[in-house]
């Protein structure tokens, strides 16, 4: 029977899941994607500059569909898997002739970039799906179609081969390809993590060639990880190079499919180099190379032209076309766009800040295009009819970018994005219209269709249900301001704080830190998921704050480069800066400081509670470098050379070699499949707290990589975390 105590009783339970719903959780925050932004997936220009494609998914199907850029209407929907039994897939790639489709199924990462999935090819015109070679042979790496339509080039264990679309019969280009000795066509483990390339083939614009790596790593000392499950453990072995090691040998080929010949492009005969970019010119027979030394301060750009474009039997012919040196060591990027067959766009920090360059080779000169106290941050491209270059920059502030456009015929800079915060770009290919994503640090993700003169044509996706969700949790805001360090430079921070700060009982403070070379957290920007989770922490009593310290990127050359040779001294000393500056406000406990940090991030967190024993009570490390020795070589010896040459310094800033100076509480976290900072860092962080007798926390992620996730994975390790800051820094 219903009566007035049922009813009174239905009431409270409502008001109750009401107040239960817009409380902050950290399972609400990690396991319910309560707080995740809508995105566009997939976006895609034509060739012909008209259109775009993207992925749309719903529950019951998932599509690629066509758009018109010039009405903003959808014109087609190229495939649906709901036509193929509901066919699974997770990416594609589209044909500049849009009359094929090459779908990602059964996408399985490797690396940090890498993966390998069965390809599918897909004839948009007559809606045949077929597979694109033979499943049991494996699956399939970087599959992509030729320039003119006609072919599809892939790796598969580690060997190239291509077939034209029109035949089954696959083509081997290399025959010598092995796991873990040879790889033909694909980067090794340290050019994918480090130089940011894990494809190692590339067509020439017109399709008769393909250029590609040769790696061989077989005296690359191996790494082995121990993998749990069975009732014995397995190992998964791969090639590492550690700091000072050896790298893989590297050779560049290209191939003629007309001629079925492969030709060598000579780099020289010095084994101890990098080849971190090659790219094809506007011209189908130049081959452009850049060649690095080991030390990563001299880089060379070399041209390969065939001697003889119609018969290149005759082999290539080298030339150098840019070189430029440093003295502490030059970033590799992919700012590089041929306006024309003898002049490129170039972007470099010789005159102290990132900007751009138009290089002519056939006269050897250059022209300084942009210029000032700020970073151009990407280049996305040159409209050729128009003479405008269209690029990324943190201009107004290192906090923010924006999108710019820059005209060669009058030199006339104009800013083309119109919001505050963190501008990005996605270009038509005629750039007569790009998309803009914008979020800053308190707004996600916003996606807009602007015209080349950044007028916003449509909203695509505002994320609106998400704000209004946010709005029910009573957020702080995140605000930018700044701490001078021990030297008085001023250092950019973010703060969270509570609404109303208590100056008596106080509050106590987290630092979030990163702090490595060129790497940002002081960011006008949308932070995820960790957003959410500082604001669960200000609203349990804590002030969360972020500083970026000298090393860190868009403040010039010599703010990035000061921490050149001695990582982890001067980055060490401004967060330990910044501490004591946060302690003498009369609303932080300066007795209840602590740090969190991930990655390089953990290295300093580490260092803190070191070196700053006296500053911070409490610091977690998460997957930790705690030894440059054991991290690789090109990132290692970019910044700081070889041990040999500079192994004093690899040692004084090395937290192993402080633990005996901590006092407070220290959290250590590592997964055990951890590719990129081994397992093998808390191992050797473990060994001499112990050596030390110093009390700490640790926790292992057993088969877990770099990134500790899948499953409840991120929740139980944000649990951990926010139990281990309740226990040290809010109880008394």
Avoid at 14 to 32: D, G, H, K, M, P
Avoid at 409 to 428: H, P, R, Y
Avoid at 502 to 514: A, G, Q, R
């Amino acid at each position: 029977m219903y009566n007035m105590k049922t009813k009174i009783t239905t009431l409270i339970l409502c008001v109750c899941t009401l107040t239960i719903s817009s409380q902050l959780s950290n399972e609400l925050i990690w396991s319910t994607g309560t707080f995740y932004p809508k995105t566009i997936k997939g976006i895609t220009p034509s060739k012909d500059g008209n259109y775009y494609t993207s992925i749309e998914q719903d529950k019951s199907k998932t599509e690629i569909v066509k758009y018109d850029y010039k009405s903003n209407k959808k014109v087609a929907t190229l495939f649906s898997n709901i036509s193929f039994n509901k066919f699974e897939f997770s990416d594609y790639k589209l044909s500049n002739d849009q009359n094929w489709l090459l779908l990602f199924n059964s996408k399985e990462s490797i690396y940090r970039r890498s993966s390998k999935s069965f390809y599918y090819l897909y004839d948009i015109k007559n809606k045949i799906l077929k597979p694109l070679a033979d499943s049991t042979l494996g699956k399939q790496r970087l599959a992509s179609f030729s320039p003119d339509n006609k072919k599809v080039a892939y790796v598969r264990d580690n060997n190239i081969y291509y077939k034209y679309l029109s035949d089954t019969l696959e083509i081997p280009i290399t025959n010598n390809g092995e796991i873990n000795k040879l790889i033909n066509g694909a980067t090794d483990w340290v050019y994918e993590e480090e130089f940011s390339i894990h494809k190692g083939f590339f067509w020439s614009p017109d399709g008769s060639k393909i250029a590609y790596y040769v790696f061989d790593e077989r005296d690359v000392k191996q790494f082995e990880m121990e993998m749990y499950g069975d009732l014995y453990p397995s190992q998964y072995k791969f090639k590492y190079p550690k700091a000072g090691e050896d790298n893989s040998l590297i050779a560049v080929k290209v191939y003629d499919l007309d001629n079925l010949k492969t030709f060598d492009f000579d780099i020289g005969k010095n084994p101890d180099i990098y080849i971190p970019r090659m790219i094809w010119s506007k011209g189908n027979n130049e081959l452009i190379v850049f060649k690095m030394n080991r030390l990563q301060n001299n880089l060379e750009l070399l041209s390969g032209k065939f001697n003889n474009q119609n018969n290149p039997i005759s082999g290539i012919k080298i030339n150098k076309v840019y070189s430029e040196t440093s003295s502490t060591y030059i970033d590799i990027h992919d700012n590089t766009f041929f306006i024309n067959k003898d002049e490129f766009i170039w972007t470099s920090e010789k005159d102290g800040f990132n900007h751009i360059y138009l290089i002519n080779y056939s006269d050897n000169t250059e022209r300084k295009l942009t210029s000032g106290k700020w970073d151009v941050t990407e280049v996305y491209g040159y409209n050729s009819k128009d003479q405008i270059i269209y690029f990324q920059a943190a201009k107004k502030s290192p906090t923010d970018k924006e999108i710019y456009s820059l005209n060669l015929k009058t030199n006339q800079l104009n800013q083309i994005s119109t919001l505050k915060g963190t501008n990005d770009a996605d270009f038509s290919s005629n750039f007569q219209y790009f998309i803009n994503t914008h979020s800053d640090a308190n707004s996600p993700l916003t996606f807009t269709l602007n015209n080349n003169k950044g007028k916003v044509l449509k909203v695509l996706e505002d994320n609106k249900k998400l704000n209004k969700m946010m709005d029910e949790y009573d957020l702080v805001e995140k605000t930018f301001f700044k701490i001078p360090n021990q030297e008085g430079l001023e250092l950019n921070a973010w703060m969270m704080k509570p609404k109303v700060l208590d100056t008596v009982k106080k509050h106590p403070l987290l630092m979030f830190v990163y702090g490595g070379p060129g790497n940002n957290t002081v960011n006008n920007a949308w932070s995820w998921m960790n957003y959410f989770w500082f604001q669960y922490l200000v609203k349990q009593g804590f002030v969360v704050i972020s500083v970026d310290n000298r090393g860190t990127g868009y403040r010039g050359r010599d703010f990035k480069h000061a921490t050149y040779l001695q990582l982890g001294k001067l980055e060490t000393e401004d967060q330990i800066s910044a501490a004591i500056h946060m302690g003498k406000l009369n609303y932080i406990d300066k007795d209840k400081i602590g740090i969190f940090g991930w990655s390089y991030g953990g290295y300093m967190s580490s260092l803190c509670i070191s070196k700053g024993a006296d500053i911070f009570n409490s610091a977690i490390a998460v997957a930790p470098v705690t030894n440059w020795r054991y991290y690789d070589n090109i990132y290692t010896e970019r910044f700081m050379r070889t041990p040999k040459e500079n192994g004093e310094n690899y040692d004084v800033n090395s937290p192993i070699n402080h633990v005996n100076k901590i006092k407070g509480n220290y959290l250590l976290i590592h997964g055990t499949a951890d590719d990129n900072v081994h397992f093998q860092n808390s191992m050797e962080m473990v060994s001499s707290l112990v050596k030390s007798n110093i009390e700490f926390d640790f926790f292992a992620y057993p088969n877990k990589n770099h990134g500790i996730y899948g499953g409840y994975t991120r929740l139980h390790l944000y649990n951990k975390m926010t139990n281990f800051l309740f226990e040290n820094l809010l109880n008394d």
